[in-house]
C-alpha cells in the first residue's frame, strides 16, 4: 500500500501557521506571568497592609516611622509579618531578598520593592536633630482613599550601580523637596505632588537618567524618588503600579491615574481638586 507524503508546499504552509500561532500566543503567555507577578506583588502588599493596621492598634492608632533609630518602616512591621527575620537585619539591602518586601517583577532583585507615604509616616529621631512625627489614624481624613506605601523606583550612582532603595518618597516640610513650605496643603507642594504624579521614570535610573526640574531632590544630587509603575509597563510611559491604601487595601493604579489627593492626608478643597487634582 502506497502512503501518500507531504510535499515541500504543505511542509512549510504548516510550519507559517506554527510561527503565525507563536508569534499570537507568546505575548499572551507573557502577560499571564506578568499578571501573576502582579497579583504575588498586590498578595505581598496586602500582608504588608495587614501588619500596618496591627502595628497602628498597638500604637496609639499612630502609623510607623519611615526611618529612625529603631529601623526603618519595614523593620518596624517585619515582626507583624515574620517573613524574613528579626527587626533590623541588614538582609532588606541583599541582593537575594525575596518574599514579602520583594516585587516579583522588580527586576533588580535588589534590596525592598516599596516606599511609604512620607506624608503619612513619622521620620528621624530627637538624636539626629530633627523628628517628622508619623500621622495617627484619626488624623487621614479619608483611610481607603490615602495611599500607605507603592512602588519604588531605586535610586542609582553615577556609575549605574543602585545607590539607595528609599523607606519613603518626598515629604514637604522638611527641605526635602525645591519648594517646602509647612503647610501640606500649600499650593508649592500640591503642584509638587502634581508634577510628581504625572512623571514616570519606571526604567530609567534616577540618579544616572536626569529628572525633571520640578521634582528634584538636591540633598540626592538632583535625583528623585519615583513609583515604579513596573506591571505591564512599555516605552510609550504606561504601566501599573499596587498601592496599599491607611485603610489595608490594595488596588493596582494605572499611570495618570493617581491624583494628589490620594498621597495627602488632610482633604483638598473644591478649588484645590480643581487645580491640582488631575
Sequence with gaps: MKTKAFTLIELLVVIAIIAILAAILFPVF??????ARQTACMSNEKQIGTATAMYVQDADETYPMAWGITGAWYNILD???????????????????????????????????????????????????????????????????????????????????????ETDFARWGTGEIPSHPTSDTDPLNLQYYHDWL?????????????????????????????????????????GQTNVVFC??????????????????PEQLTPAQITQYDN
Design 30 to 35: 507573557a502577560q499571564v506571568r506578568e499578571k
Design 198 to 238: 504625572h512623571t514616570d521614570m519606571t526604567g530609567k535610573k534616577p540618579g544616572v537618567d536626569a529628572c525633571p526640574d520640578s521634582i528634584k531632590l538636591a540633598w540626592l544630587g538632583s535625583a528623585c524618588k519615583m513609583i515604579a509603575y513596573r506591571h505591564f509597563h512599555t516605552a510609550a510611559g504606561s
Design 247 to 264: 485603610d489595608g487595601h490594595v488596588k493596582s493604579m494605572r499611570f495618570g491615574q493617581m491624583h494628589v489627593s490620594n498621597w495627602v
Design 79 to 165: 515582626p507583624y509579618i515574620k517573613t524574613t527575620g528579626a527587626a533590623g537585619e541588614s538582609n532588606y539591602y541583599n541582593a537575594t531578598i525575596k518574599g514579602i518586601w520583594h516585587c516579583p517583577s522588580d527586576s533588580t532583585t535588589q534590596g525592598v520593592s516599596y516606599a511609604a507615604n512620607a506624608m503619612v509616616t513619622g521620620g528621624g529621631a530627637e538624636a539626629w536633630g530633627a523628628v517628622y512625627p508619623a500621622k495617627t489614624l484619626a488624623a487621614i481624613d479619608a483611610p481607603a482613599n490615602c495611599a500607605f506605601a507603592a512602588e519604588l523606583v531605586p535610586g542609582y550612582n553615577a556609575d549605574g550601580t543602585i545607590g539607595n532603595n
